[in-house]
């Protein structure tokens, strides 16, 4: 086994150096996460719906 195999694909973002950022910038950034959260929260609620609907055909 090649220990590239163990090396996971995505590696996760470093965090922004927010010291550097004005106020205006920080809240822009926090719009722009909240909508990201929005987004990943709708995509929860579509999977756990199609879930949902494929157990209650397969019972």
Do not use: C, H, N, W
């Not at 927010?18 to 920080?26: N, T």
């Not at 990943?40 to 019972?59: L, M, Q, T, V």
């Amino acid at each position: 086994m090649d220990t590239d195999d163990l090396e996971p694909l995505k590696k996760k973002p470093q965090p922004k150096d927010l010291s550097r950022m004005s106020i205006g910038d920080l809240k822009e950034y926090v719009a722009e996460l909240k909508a990201e959260i929005t987004r990943a929260e709708a995509a929860i609620a579509s999977k756990d719906k199609a879930r949902a609907g494929a157990a209650a055909f397969f019972k």
